[in-house]
């Protein structure tokens, strides 16, 4: 049988010379490098005889050794469960006893908590990594073999499960086979038009399909070098830029830039694209983009269940607040809702959008009849998502179901949040809402009405948050109210919180924490 491993594929594409560099961060790697550390990981791994389709769970900083555990997890066959660096205890201890990986990577100064909560859960082995290469995992595997012949997987075989928060406050593992991934990456190389000279700045965390997959992927599959970040640093950007020709970040990023009087045509010059997704790019920071720095930033659209959906086109007219045309192999439908039949929407008609193709996942870990729930009769993935087609055919994506707020390009879902407020001394009900922000995209407001002879401070609700949940899900707003506004069913009419604070005064930026 043909070897569909996602990993051999990558390794097919590595350039003829692999002691040219692969990847320069605080060291250089050649794409030797790349192959003998991912080997000897992977022959790690292999040794403490995992079950088939185990699980390799990894809360560490960005690294070029981090993106090495991926791809030796990949190589070595076994499922990659990448996890915010932001998360704290409670999360954590939800996403391994749900995944129950039987590998638990985290970083040095975490082992003390996370270790306790990984054995609990059954977990066999749980290793360190530093972002200065240190920790046990380094240390265990360099004393393995550089030589590993990939694992022989189907395309249907699992490769990733990647989180995702859940409405109701339990959070949904998305099941991300081989072929899912190589397929989509296939199909972006081409489209963007991917090129062996090409350099990919990458400054995205590697968390998420953004930067994990779309970005790691794309140059990988061209076999070109890619200047590491760690963190995002606006100055080392503009540092690095001229040395580059692809760029992608979240609208965050793209602000952040923005406000750096340094960025301009000059600095500019080499690139060749610009690529935004994750949150919604406002127009106006598309414009004042092009207007900069003579470059049209090239919005896509896509998520965790799906990796890439749509994008603006590489050659032909990219369209500010458009997320472009389905990609290639990608059907794209708008229906209205069940109560209007499920019928197609017409032209510029508004309504829900629905996805299917070789990308689409097969399904959330564990979670059977969510997954059915999820999927139309012909297989068509319901994403959440409302928009509509354009008489051109560019895709617009009007709003979300479901009260998703996007923030710094990382989903947050009020209803988790609601539900860490409703629990705190003193509260009657909470609602959380997402209002517009030219930095972030959207920020979380909360309002929060007390129980009768209770005094609550908004301040001092903030910070229990800060402490129980990742920095990015904490609403930047906290208000003490008397009442919620309601329709006539009772519910909590969250549109109308989202204009009446839309218009209160602006949040103050704070560090972009990845």
């Known amino acids: 049988m043909n070897n569909e491993n996602l990993f051999a594929a990558l390794k097919v594409a590595f350039p003829s010379d692999w002691d040219s560099v692969a990847i320069e961060a605080d060291w250089t790697y050649s794409w030797r490098d790349m192959d003998h550390a991912t080997a000897q990981v992977a022959n790690l791994l292999d ?118 928060s859940g409405t109701t406050g339990r959070s949904k593992g998305a099941m991300l086979s081989h072929g899912n991934l190589l397929s989509n990456a296939l199909v972006l190389k081409e489209y963007w038009g991917w090129k062996p000279d090409d350099v990919l700045l990458h400054v995205l965390p590697i968390f998420h399909v953004h930067g994990l997959f779309v970005a790691v992927h794309g140059a990988m599959l061209a076999g070109c070098k890619m200047i590491w970040c760690a963190q995002f640093n606006p100055q080392r950007v503009l540092e690095k830029l001229p040395q580059a020709t692809v760029f992608m970040g979240v609208p965050t990023l793209y602000v952040r830039l923005l406000a750096e009087a340094g960025l301009n045509a000059e600095v500019t010059r080499n690139m060749r694209l610009f690529i935004s997704g994750s949150a919604p790019l406002l127009i106006a920071t598309f414009n004042e983009w092009t207007a900069r720095t003579g470059h049209t930033i090239l919005e896509r659209y896509g998520m965790s269940e799906t990796i890439m959906l749509t994008s603006n086109p590489y050659q032909g007219e990219r369209r500010g607040g458009t997320v472009g045309f389905p990609l290639p192999r990608v059907d794209v439908c708008v229906q209205k809702d069940d109560a209007d039949g499920g019928t197609a929407c017409a032209v510029g008609e508004i309504g829900g959008i629905q996805v299917r193709g070789p990308n689409v996942f097969s ?59 409703n629990a705190l001394a003193g509260v009657a009900e909470s609602a959380v809402v997402g209002v517009p922000d030219a930095d972030f995209g959207e920020v979380g407001v909360a309002l929060v009405i007390a129980q009768a002879g209770a005094v609550l401070e908004p301040t001092a609700i903030l910070q229990t948050l800060k402490s129980t949940l990742a920095n990015f899900k904490v609403p930047k707003r906290c208000h003490i109210v008397t009442e919620l506004p309601r329709n006539a069913m009772g519910k909590v009419q969250k549109n109308v919180l989202r204009a009446q604070y839309a218009t209160q005064p602006p949040i103050h930026n704070e560090p972009m924490k990845q």
């Open 363 to 421: 399904g959330y870990w564990q979670m059977p009849e969510k997954t059915k729930e999820e999927f139309t009769a012909d297989g068509f993935f319901k994403t959440g998502d409302v928009g509509m087609v354009d008489a051109d055919g560019y895709v617009h994506i009007v709003g979300r179901s479901k009260d998703l707020i996007i923030s710094g390009g990382y989903n947050v879902y009020p209803a988790e949040i609601e539900g860490v407020i």
């Open 47 to 164: 040794s403490l005889q995992l079950p088939a389709g185990a699980r390799v769970a990894a809360q560490v900083d960005k690294s070029v050794e981090a993106l090495v555990l991926y791809l030796a997890t990949l190589r070595a066959g076994y499922v990659f469960l990448p996890l915010n660096t932001a998360y704290q205890k409670t999360e954590i201890e939800y996403f391994i006893g749900n995944a129950t990986p039987a590998v638990v990577v985290c970083t040095p100064q975490n082992f003390g908590w996370v270790s306790p909560i990984a054995f609990k859960a059954g977990t066999q082995s749980v290793f360190t990594l530093g972002a200065d290469r240190t920790g046990s995992l380094l240390e265990r595997a360099a004393h393995c073999s550089t030589e590993h012949t990939v694992a022989v997987r189907g395309a249907d075989d699992l490769a990733a499960i990647l989180y995702t």
